[in-house]
């Protein structure tokens, strides 16, 4: 694996910041693109980390507007039967990249992210839970999921758009949140690389 390799994806380029030093994956939207399109850049290019990143939406009382960022603790796949013994329904935050995002930036929110291939598939009647999902997105569980099986470390951030409960969609603060989530990637990755190689250091130690 090679240990200067980090990979970004997201699910369009407007959600990618220009490549300095790094790859990055325009996946498609929703969960199986995302997960078919990320495992096939692994095997391709065995990245040491991924850094999923993209817009989101928020649920009312969650505290988050836009254009927050949110760092994700985990992945939950709502679309999937929460009692459902088939099949994972979570994939945690690599601890490693967590902390080290932590770390650089430790006034940003750290939240379940709910993955769902439609807009309001968070909700508790949705999931099944007394209380909803704070962060609603589409990709973040099948991104995750493919770093998970391949033994890759991986990370979804998320900026926050447009409050989940809004049906009018002009009153989406998209853009805002793209000119987030692309100003701070840079940031990010420098992060992750510098987490990684001190890893590295202390392995060969």
Known sequence: MNTSTILVVAATARELAPANGWLTLPCGVGPVEAAASTAAAIAAHRPSAILHVGIAGARRGSKLTPPAIVFGQEARYCDLNPDSAWA?????????????????????????????????????????????IDVEAMEGFGVLRAAQLAGVPAIEVRAISNDIDEADRARWQCDEAFAAITAITP??????????????????A
């Open 187 to 204: 940031m990010l990755v420098d992060a992750i690389r510098e987490s990684l190689q001190h890893s590295s250091r202390e392995r060969h």
């Open 88 to 132: 994972p329904s979570t994939v945690p935050a690599s601890p490693m990249l967590l902390a080290a995002l932590q770390s650089a930036f430790p006034a940003i929110a750290v939240r379940a992210i709910g993955t769902t291939a439609r807009v309001g598939g968070t909700s508790a009647r949705s999931v099944g839970t007394e209380a909803g």
